[in-house]
């Protein structure tokens, strides 16, 4: 199988799909092609796939013409969507129930799409990085050169820590935690499934961690310097854990960093952005909203992404992708699209699409 690593187009992007390390360990049966600095700025050269085993191409239009998978890392942009064609295998982040254009293209093509941010039996390795750096930003944020409460991270002759609220304990929410916990920051976590509580309080016993049911947020927001919302939002949801009306109880000052980012979901009020303008006010209050925070930090995210990845992408070039997704039930369960079929439930419910089972297509399809 031609399988071909394409160079991200969203700004400040410098992850990639899968490292020359990785290469090494695909088949040499194999052909692996990958676009012209497309690892970069996750400290790759050319020079470096090329030892690996892997041929250059110049542009974006040779890359997705002489591939059958594409691997990549975010969702297809408009300026990609005239290279994509029906025998095409994508592999990537689409999160496509939030992105309608993206969906149609993806279907009308009829080409096969898996999402990426599905696949993970043990949550995605960039989800950890997502919380600690989201987190650490939040705490930039307080410092009063930058807008922010005015309160340092740690306590301080007498003065109180800077306090953060976390919501959604889960792989994003404990690396928020791991920052702010690590520097001394006193912080309220709330999720509404007592396990996570249970857990993360077990894993961080100390007295600057409290845990608290959600009908403790609104009463406790206006104590906070920083909420930082790492909520897997069910996107079939229309009410909110913050609404807009809320941030009126919100110190002035005080930043909300939303991990999860998803529009007018866990809070009313936002809506993704990016690292080249990354945060905007909504009646004073700022919010930063960066949908592909572990951008930041490409040398070490595109190695756990890789990692995570190479499985399935070693699978679908050696068994081809029916026999793979057969093999694999978290690959499967990233299916999006197969033959102008929509097989992920999430976005059929969000933009009212028909939806079909995966076992339809599994158990029609041979080979
Ligand atoms: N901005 C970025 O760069 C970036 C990067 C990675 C992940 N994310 C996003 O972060 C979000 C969290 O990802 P994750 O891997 O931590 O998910 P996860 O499933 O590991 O954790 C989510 C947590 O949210 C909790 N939760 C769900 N619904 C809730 C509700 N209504 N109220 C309170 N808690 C609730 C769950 O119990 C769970 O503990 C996802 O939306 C993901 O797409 C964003």
Redesign the pocket.
Known sequence: MRIGIAKEVKPAEGRVALLPNHVKQISSKHEVIVESDAGLLSGATNQDYVAAGAKIVNTAESLFSGSELIVKVKEILPVEFDYLKSDHIIFTNLHSAADRPQLDVLLERGLTSIAA?EIHQY??P??PL?GEI?ALEGLRLTLASHGGTGRHFFPHYGAPACAAIV???????RGALRTLLSLGVQVMG????DG?LFRSKLDWPQDNFTTHQ?NELAALLPQADMIVN?????KTRDDH?ITREMLKTLKPTAVIVD????TAGTIETCKPTSWDDPIYKVDGIRHFC?????GATPVTASQGYGNALLPYVNDIADFGVLEALKRNPWLAKGLTTFNGLLTLKEAAQVQQRKHTDLSEILNSCSG
Request: proline share 3%; glycine share 18%.
């Open positions: 941010e949550g995605s960039n989800c997502a989201g919501i959604g304990l889960g792989g994003v929410g709330f999720d509404n499934y996570a959600l790492c909520v897997l939002w069910d854990l991990v999860s980012c998803d960066v949908d592909n925070i572990p």
